[in-house]
């Protein structure tokens, strides 16, 4: 389960404050993911990013934002702007494509509470 | 835009029966099809993945077959034991701008009553 960690494992927020949910990984991989989970949703893309300093917008951006200063670090910063942030999120990464082959290795989530 | 639907959403069987999960993709590009197991409060792990190129594959009790022109792909657990119970969730990979995303169904919970 080693490689890749986020932290903290549990966060609770106040109403309009901005917090930041830590990814790391020692995998070397270049492309980070974030994903949000909820209940029967699945998992959604929040941002990625395939190299350092540069990342894209996934399906569910507004509300966070990220940067990749970094090739092991990938901070996701949820802000005031996310109107319904309670949820577990799962950073991941992966190596480069190899045959067509992308497998995503997952950190072991930040469960956030907005009280 | 892209999606991969998934069916049953949730999923009880008898420890020993067989267990079958389905998925539909609708990006004609896809090529890369994984399956991740999701035990509860832990994160999602690989537990097999098919290529485009290949119909079937196998690894001991688990199975994916894919069927390109369908565009839909499935996952079977034979022999089901209780610590097969977990949440699958089925993925399909995205061409284009985004090569290397992957787009994921919104899981199956499976049971296995022992």
């Given at each position: 389960d080693g490689g890749i960690t986020q932290s903290p494992?549990?966060?609770?927020?106040?109403?309009?404050?901005?917090?930041?949910?830590?990814c790391e990984q020692n995998l070397n991989h270049d492309a980070m993911y974030w994903y949000r989970q909820d209940p029967g949703q699945?998992?959604?893309?929040?941002?990625?990013?395939?190299?350092?300093?540069?990342f894209q917008k996934g399906d569910i951006a507004e509300g966070y934002s990220v940067s990749r200063e970094k090739k092991e670090s990938f901070p996701l910063t949820v802000t005031s702007a996310q109107k319904n942030?309670?949820?577990?999120?799962?950073?991941?990464?992966?190596?480069?494509?190899?045959?067509?082959?992308?497998?995503q290795f997952f950190g072991p989530g930040t469960r956030l509470t907005v009280l | 835009?892209?999606?991969?639907?998934?069916?049953?959403?949730?999923?009880?069987?008898?420890?020993?029966?067989?267990?079958?999960?389905?998925?539909t993709y609708s990006d004609s590009a896809s090529n890369y099809f994984p399956w991740y197991k999701q035990e509860l409060g832990k994160r999602p792990q690989l537990i097999i993945d098919i290529r485009s190129n290949v119909g079937e594959k196998k690894d001991q009790r688990i199975a994916v077959t894919l069927n390109k022109t369908a565009k839909h792909f499935s996952l079977h657990i034979t022999e089901t034991q209780p610590e097969d119970s977990a949440v699958y969730f089925c993925a399909a990979s995205i061409k284009g701008g985004s090569q290397g995303n992957l787009i994921f169904g919104k899981g199956t919970k499976l049971s296995v009553k022992p």
């Open positions: 494992k549990y966060l609770f927020r106040k109403e309009g404050q901005n917090v930041t949910l830590s699945g998992l959604r893309l929040i941002y990625y990013s395939q190299i350092v300093n540069d942030p309670t949820a577990f999120y799962l950073c991941a990464s992966s190596p480069p494509l190899a045959g067509g082959r992308n497998e | 835009g892209e999606n991969v639907e998934q069916h049953p959403s949730t999923l009880s069987v008898q420890e020993g029966d067989s267990a079958v999960i389905k998925c």
